[in-house]
């Protein structure tokens, strides 16, 4: 698409069946298409064509993929973990696992490159007291180990820690998340108690620092709806797209 005029200037045809999910530039001439069909796909964006389909393992596809340092990131559909390849050698010989779960409701949420070159991954899942929790993987690019972790509880009607904007387990959700323009803060969705005695809920954004790891409710939806679609920064506004 023309960026200006959003006119449609080529299709890409792929050669092979695929299910692309994520693109990412790797150089000025090429880039990076995820696939959930256990295959990479790098094109050429100058001419406009496929420069080879790179199989990977049968049960391996991609949802959302990252550059850092010369590294390719990628989360894999199947909870297998954080796919990590070298640019020059993006292959499943020199693919690398970071053992970084990433489950169905989670992989719409994009990984996040902070301002102290840290790589943010989100994740659910239970804590050690057995609750349901989010989340946030902190990761060394360099290392390619996981820093920390930040757990986000899910709480219920009845917990007693539940209070007014507490995050709440309700129903399924797709997560979706975005940085901010300083790279300071990952803002992302989740559901928000409105009521603690009735145990109701309402569609929010959090905030997430990523120097004191604390969170807390940025704001609310005015939607009900339980799905965010995407948070989108247009200058110093975030818009949110609801389903």
Not at 221 to 231: D, E, P
Request: charged content about 25%.
């Amino acid at each position: 698409l023309d960026p200006t005029t959003f006119v449609l200037l080529k299709t890409i045809d792929y050669e092979k069946i695929g299910m692309p999910r994520d693109i990412i530039p790797i150089s000025e001439s090429e880039a990076i298409v995820a696939d959930s069909i256990h295959q990479l796909t790098k094109i050429n964006t100058v001419t406009n064509t496929v420069v080879e389909h790179i199989t990977l393992a049968e049960e391996w596809g991609m949802e959302e993929i990252a550059i850092v340092n010369n590294k390719l990131f990628g989360t894999h559909l199947d909870a297998s973990g954080i796919a990590v390849f070298d640019i020059d050698n993006i292959s499943e010989a020199g693919k690398r696992i970071i053992p970084v779960l990433v489950k169905d409701n989670a992989k719409t949420s994009k990984m996040h490159l902070d301002k102290n070159n840290k790589l943010w991954v989100l994740t659910t899942g239970t804590n050690t007291q057995k609750e349901s929790c989010v989340f946030w993987n902190c990761i060394d690019p360099d290392t390619e180990e996981v820093l920390d972790v930040v757990e986000i509880p899910f709480l219920k009607k009845g917990d007693p820690n539940l209070k007014i904007d507490s995050p709440m387990a309700c129903g399924f959700l797709y997560y979706i998340s975005y940085i901010s323009g300083d790279k300071s803060t990952i803002y992302f969705s989740m559901n928000a108690c409105t009521d603690v005695e009735n145990g109701t809920y309402q569609l929010a954004v959090f905030e997430l620092n990523v120097d004191t790891k604390a969170y807390k409710l940025y704001r609310k939806s005015l939607m009900l709806s339980n799905c965010i679609i995407s948070i989108h920064r247009v200058n110093i506004k975030f818009i949110l797209v609801n389903r």
